[in-house]
């Protein structure tokens, strides 16, 4: 009985609290039209088309507008150009606020539910606050700009290596040798009109030769030649088709080897000594053939077999460490001056 009593009184103060609080306002000082509704202030329903609100608008903005009012006797007593731009400022909110769709319907859900203020809120700065212009452009202009400063990177960098690979004597030699046997660089003296300068000459050779190095070298990594689908806006572009195929990929592996219990193809071993050494696939690609060959002759895609060679040449590697005069050098320098010491010397 007690708990009972209890019960209903709590309730009853419930109840009074409920009768005692100020009804929810459906106009909220800051938003909108303030304290005024919008259709109100223009003049027309809740249900006028857009054609009327703009009509109403158009009409009370001429009447309104700073620099069309004038006071006199057709203008309401006490009518003032401060008051008068007051009241075109307000017109204009309520057109701003009926002329839109989306905003017509946020402001007509804020008459019909007013408790849900903080939602209102929200509604109206998400709008006032949203960018202009649609995310998507932004998002694509920002991409393109990417793309086009990857190329003019990479293709930067990879001129830089042709450059340095065109003075190197070794790879000079061979591209000499190989354009001599090639019959371009004829040293003929040509009579007449078409006769060049030595300097003529010289450049058209330099030219050869740095057509050679390039069509001969390969050169992988940050310096390789600039590669189209490797850009940004190609791998956004093409990211459905590599997923697919990633995942295509994976469940054709777990099918073949996990479930059907096939046995491993060379390819498939290879894969396996690559993921064990964390390399990419263009660093892979660059080893030497005999010593992938090796690698398979070891066994190395079985972990076993793979951590035992780790082992291996992490031990000789100590050894050559240890043992090779540059590197006997290098511990020399790095013990008594470093990389980052600051000595004065005395005359």
């Given amino acids: ?47 006028a088309t857009k054609a009327e609100i703009a009509r109403a608008y158009r009409q009370l903005a001429r009447r309104f507008h700073p620099d069309r009012f004038r006071p006199g006797a057709a203008e309401p007593p006490g009518e003032t150009r401060r008051s008068a731009e007051e009241k075109f400022l307000l017109v204009a909110t309520a057109y701003e606020t009926l002329k839109d769709e989306d905003s017509r319907r946020d402001y007509d859900y804020m008459l019909d539910h007013p408790e849900e203020y903080y939602r209102h809120y929200y509604a109206y700065y998400r709008r006032r606050l949203a960018p202009k212009v649609d995310v998507r452009l932004v998002i694509l202009v920002t991409i393109c700009a990417i793309s086009a400063f990857q190329y003019y990177s990479w293709h930067s960098s990879y001129n830089e290596a042709i450059s340095y690979l065109v003075t190197v004597p070794r790879y000079r030699i061979q591209a000499t040798e190989i354009a001599r046997q090639q019959g371009l660089l004829s040293r003929g003296r040509e009579k007449g009109k078409n006769r060049r300068s030595k300097e003529e000459i010289r450049e058209q050779e330099e030219e050869v030769i740095r057509d050679i190095i390039k069509n001969k070298i390969d050169i992988k990594g940050g310096y390789q030649k600039p590669n189209v689908s490797d850009l940004l806006l190609c791998q956004v572009l093409l990211l459905p088709y590599h997923l697919s195929s990633y995942l295509a990929w994976n469940l054709s592996w777990i099918y073949r080897f996990t479930v059907c219990r096939q046995e491993y193809g060379d390819p498939e071993k290879l894969y396996i000594i690559r993921r064990y050494m964390k390399m990419s696939q263009s660093q892979f690609d660059s080893l030497d053939e005999k010593l992938r060959e090796s690698f398979l002759e070891k066994r190395l895609w079985i972990r076993e077999n793979y951590e035992v060679y780790k082992q291996e040449q992490e031990e000789e590697m100590k050894v050559k460490m240890a043992t090779d005069p540059r590197m006997k050098r290098y511990r020399r320098w790095m013990k008594n001056e470093g990389p980052g010491r600051l000595t004065f010397i005395d005359d």
């Fill in 1 to 47: 009985m007690a708990a009972a009593a209890q019960r209903e009184r709590l309730l009853s103060w419930l109840v009074a609290l409920a009768l005692c609080a100020a009804p929810a306002r459906a106009l909220i000082d800051g938003l909108y039209c303030g304290a005024d509704v919008c259709y109100d202030v223009l003049g027309v329903t809740r249900h």
